[in-house]
DNA sequence: CGGATTTGACCGGCGC
DNA sequence: GCGCCGGTCAAATCCG
């Protein structure tokens, strides 16, 4: 019964977690990972979350509480910038200096009304080339940079 | 001018 | 009970 007790995850989780390694690539995809499309993850029934491509492994964390029920995600990015635009609107809430990591963990929550997805990014305490993401919440609307949806005539993401 | 950031304060949970 | 630690608030500020 203990088990559950101790469900919340570290850094430690994303290393044993490989998902897909071979996608290496040197640091100056940085500014093209903006504009790479998303993979969608589902890993559990009714859950979805929109990944970057370039992920290399990811774990899904189930919430106990009041939060039972919902799930987290969090995956491990090899990027040197933090912020990346999965098509959200994000809104900065926070930061904070974590204990055992040198570097800052930042607080962002979808900026649309209703909205209650959280997010927080911290880079990785040796590897500062490795950015951990995690989301919390399900999203109230659709992706907004969601190409399938988008109207005919409209493309002001994607267009080169 | 409206919305996003910034940044320290505040607060609640948990372990000792 | 107290202090550490992580998460959020909110006021000032910035920026398009």
Redesign the pocket.
Known sequence: MELN??DHLDVEDFLVLPHLETHKEPAATCSSLKAKPSITLSPVNGSRWDLPRNYEGYVVERME?EDAGKFKVSFRTRSCIE?MDDGY?????????????PNP?????C?REGCKV?K?VEREREDEQFVITTY?GKHNHENPAAATSLPPHQNPLGYH
Not at 89 to 101: E, L, Q, V
Not at 105 to 109: A, E, F, I, L, N
């Open positions: 007790r101790d509480g912020i609107k994000w809104r900065k809430y926070g930061k904070k200096k974590i204990k055992n990591n963990r930042h607080y962002y929550r900026s959280k927080r919390e």
